[in-house]
Nanobody, 126 residues
Framework: QVQLVESGGGLVQAGGSLRLSCASS????????MGWFRQAPGKEREFVAV????????NYGDSVKGRFTISRDNAKRTVYLQMNSLKPEDTAVYYC???????????????????WGQGTQVTVSA
C-alpha cells in the first residue's frame, strides 16, 4: 500500500508555470504506476498524465500535451508534474494517483488507479 501527498499548487497568472510534487510513503513505491488527474468544479475528473515504474513510458491528456511534463525520482519517492504555459482552463484540484499494475498503453481512466492523494488546488488567473 502507498500513501500520497500532493504539494506545489497555488495561484499563477496565465502563461506562468508551476511544478506539482507527489510524495509517497509505503513499500515498493518504485513498482507503482503514477498518474495525475484534475477536477474542476462541476466537472468530471480528467486524466492529465501517467508515468511507468521506471519512467520510460509516459502518456498525456490531449489538453496538456506539449505544456505539461510528468517525471519521477524513485530515490526520493516523488513524482512531479511540471506545468508550463498555464491557461485559466487549467484551474482545478490536481490529484496524484498510484497503482501497482504495469501498463502497455498509459491508463487514462480514474477507476484504473487504486490509491489517491487529497489533491492540491491550482488556480490560473487570466
Amino acid at each position: 500500500q502507498v500513501q500520497l501527498v500532493e504539494s506545489g499548487g497555488g495561484l499563477v497568472q496565465a502563461g506562468g508555470s508551476l511544478r506539482l510534487s507527489c510524495a509517497s510513503s509505503g513499500r515498493t513505491y518504485s513498482s507503482y504506476t503514477m498518474g495525475w488527474f484534475r477536477q474542476a468544479p462541476g466537472k468530471e475528473r480528467e486524466f492529465v498524465a501517467v508515468i511507468s515504474w521506471g519512467g520510460e513510458s509516459t502518456n498525456y491528456g490531449d489538453s496538456v500535451k506539449g505544456r505539461f511534463t510528468i517525471s519521477r525520482d524513485n530515490a526520493k519517492r516523488t513524482v512531479y508534474l511540471q506545468m508550463n504555459s498555464l491557461k485559466p482552463e487549467d484551474t482545478a484540484v490536481y490529484y496524484c494517483a498510484a497503482d501497482p499494475k504495469a501498463f502497455i498503453v498509459g491508463p487514462t481512466t480514474a477507476s484504473w488507479y487504486n490509491y489517491w492523494g487529497q489533491g492540491t488546488q491550482v488556480t490560473v488567473s487570466a
